[in-house]
């Protein structure tokens, strides 16, 4: 999913009633959001943070400093590994990875859903969908159904 | 909470920056792992560092952890320092990690290092200097500064690799690293070890992938469209309506050109050719072209402009050419020079004068500098081991013995220089040395020599170079190469050599001597202007008033930056010392280097065969120029970029913007109507000029034409967009619009004539020829965009301006220059050259005279045998040996065998 198309659907989920208009950038195809009283935001999770803020949706973002810090480190997880790797490989122990960290969890916080779950939901998609899906990722799909509904 | 760090671990330095920054460090336990210790239960592969949270959580993200401290001091993030941090993970760590690995562990050094970050280090610079603020997120410093300045720290503590251009982020990094918590953080990390601190972690690493694996690109940087002001738009429209009004008077020619007080005054020099070759396509565009761009850019912008260069005549490499080609030394430079200056006119070099270093005036001023050397006690007296070719019975020029580097072990290092490390090399050093004319191994012997007392002059030179640098536009590779002859020590250089082809040493007991082309090709550039004016010491003794630039590529700087300097400090005769030092990288041609004894490449002479016009030559060298980092000429690539961007983007625009003119307006421009949409049309192509300006007076060359195609496809973006041809079927308004969108086109195409300029100065002169622009606007360039063509205004007649390059054309072409060339060459030299020894091949002879020849080596064999029998005189024997190998050689050549390999002297 283009980076455009994520934030749209991003802004239809957080209420936003007036679309965006996206542009890209660079190799990476980095998302750029032109703000109306202001410079321009480049960046995935930048440009998602920004929209949470403006939908009045802040905790998402997470309530406390440590929640705060844990949806900051697993946006950047999302644009630097997730979106980073394309090998089998590396996808196979990514996944292994989350499976294991969300043993004992709901969410990547723990028990308060946060931005952190919907970008990476969105980003592990087309994973999930082209790779041969097996039981051993169960938790992972138990997040992904979660996000969902 | 407890924090795992490692030995050497980058991501420590910021982390606990943030930590002293945020928070007392008191609560925080540190525990030390090892570099591939598994801290965090979940993930599979090491990490550190990482925090472990009183709740058990684990944040393994080292801006995460900053984050987290600072958050727990009560202070949030906003947009801008989200924005920094996604940048600094998804953009800078990659490049970064790639610097640091092949820094610490693979030991590489200067733009190996320096190349993978340059993109993201000039990123942050012009940020910081576009929103003039001292920190990264504003008025005050954020987490972003502190994530930022502990990710760089490392590489940027060492001044070789934080370029002094990059002022903003010079400044922003000082700022930081004197702060308290952040040196705090960089003594526990760093240890005073500098960057090898982080060799213990770094090396347990896998090798990073290399962010930007293309190391050379000719492929343009992203175009952003960059957002108005209205205030910008309102002020490109007012210079829009000054018109031809606000240009200044044109300044009267001079000649010759000569300093005048109160203007700017740019003096350009390019690297003088050695006279004894034809210069190939990487020659041409490393000095030539480049500095003809300048100066057709400093004439545009009125400046005071005087552009010289010459052929570089003396030494031992024209004597031999005039052994081989059976003439003087003299004959061959006169030869020479003229295949050179004609080259050149070829390619409309614009020089104010094209001189030579074989001149009365040359021996004076040399002479004079050398002088003033000697009694200032800056030339020392030694006696040197030279290598002396017995066979050839004289002593060798570095660049007549090859053999293998002492530094890398390359196998066919020159005398002077290895051509692959670079380092400068003592003749004597090389190991397995050959003469290269003979092949046979010379030997050491001692001569008497001057040195040029360089250690002691080094002080005045640092003094110097610390007042020039900064603000400068010296590239970053004459800076590197500069500083890292300083950080290792001068020492005395040899000036004089044992031959008779050079500027003679008025010293007693030097008469057979001359001075060493180093010493004295430099100051070809002060005997070229004496020629050319005898005032041309107000040109050169006038360092307050004239700026220097000097073009070249990177092989050459030791001698601009360096020696040349040293002399003319150390003659304390108020000389002008270069401002501003250009050099180029390699260009390298299609996918190997160019080689004239291989035959593989296109030489000056021949580009003109081609059929290809020049300013098309012109346009792809300069479009490809090494601007940074080698870039390498590609047939196909030359092929794609004429159709690309010449045929179909400047040409299509330029010719249309023409062709509505003539055909829907009579040949008049049309009244012009400007709408908002208009205005920012306007603003937009004004601002991309800027950019042209801002990049050419920094001689970015390369950089600033894509400025021009820039503005040609806003131009093409909008002629496609209002359709004029339609419009100007319909009704009243909208032929109004036609007139309003085609006059505004054509007056950018007139825009675009004068930026080519320094490009394509035949293709310019022809668009202003077709579009009748009048003449003062066609030889100055403002920073603004001008009405230069206004309502009323006829033009001629419009044709088209370039050709399309067919696949074949092309195909054949390759054909013909990777390596097609080969026979034509040395047919050349057989028929040319007397001697044939020298000569590395020759056709294939018939089975007569390879009988002939064996005939004679079985005879010179017996005379060989029959002196060593008789103990016969060392001498006399090694010269018949030569002629033994000599007819061997030949022979070998004769029956297609490649030469056999004198015994012990190469190893392949």
Known sequence: ?149 | MRLFVSEGAPGCLPVLAAAGRARGRAELLISTVGPEDCVVPFLTRPKVPVLQLDSGNYLFSTSAICRYFFLLSGWEQDDLTNQWLEWEATELQPALSAALYYLVVQGKKGEDVLGSVRRALTYIDHSLSRQNCPFLAGETESLADIVLWGALYPLLQDPAYLPEELSALHSWFQTLSTQEPCQRAAETVLKQQGVLALRPYLQKQPQPSSPEGRAVTNEPEEEELATLSEEEIAMAVTAWENGLESLPPLRPQQNPVLPVTGERNVLITSALPYVNNVPHLGNIIGCVLSADVFARYSRLRQWNTLYLCGTDEYGTATETKAMEEGLTPQEICDKYHIIHADIYRWFNISFDTFGRTTTPQQTKITQDIFQRLLTRGFVLQDTVEQLRCERCARFLADRFVEGVCPFCGYEEARGDQCDKCGKLINAVELKKPQCKVCRSCPVVQSTHHLFLDLPKLEKRLEEWLGRTLPGSDWTPNARFITRSWLRDGLKPRCITRDLKWGTPVPLEGFEDKVFYVWFDATIGYLSITANYTDQWERWWKNPEQVDLYQFMAKDNVPFHGIVFPCSALGAEDNYTLVSHLIATEYLNYEDGKFSKSRGVGVFGDMAQDTGIPADIWRFYLLYIRPEGQDSAFSWTDLLLKNNSELLNNLGNFINRAGMFVSKFFGGYVPEMVLTPDDQRLLAHVTLELQRYHQLLEKVRIRDALRSILTISRHGNQYIQVNEPWKRIKGSEADRQRAGTVTGLAVNIAALLSVMLQPYMPTVSATIQAQLQLPPPACSILLTNFLCTLPAGHQIGTVSPLFQKLENDQIESLRQRFGGGQLEETFDLKAKTSPKPAVIETVTTAGPQQIQALMDEVTKQGNIVRELKAQKADKNQVAAEVAKLLDLKKQLAVAEGKPPEAPKGKKKK
Request: hydrophobic share 40%; no cysteine; glycine share 6%.
């Open chain 1, 1 to 149: 999913m283009a980076a455009a198309a994520e934030l749209s659907l991003l802004e239809k989920s957080l209420g936003l009633s007036k679309g965006n208009k996206y542009s890209a950038q660079g190799e990476r195809q980095t998302p750029v959001l032109q703000t109306n009283n202001g410079p321009s935001l480049t960046g995935l999770t930048t440009i998602a943070a920004h929209l949470v803020k403006q939908a009045n949706k802040e905790y998402l973002l997470g309530s406390t400093a440590e929640e705060k810090a844990i949806v900051q480190q697993w946006l950047e997880y999302r644009v630097t590994q997730i979106d980073g790797h394309s090998s089998k490989n590396d996808i196979h122990t990514l996944l292994k990875d989350l499976n294991s960290y969300l043993e004992d969890k709901v969410y990547l916080t723990g028990y308060n859903f946060t931005l952190a779950d919907i970008l990476l939901y969105y980003g592990l998609h087309r994973f999930i969908v082209s790779i041969i899906v097996t039981g051993f990722f169960s938790v992972v799909f138990r997040m992904i159904f979660k996000t969902l509904s």
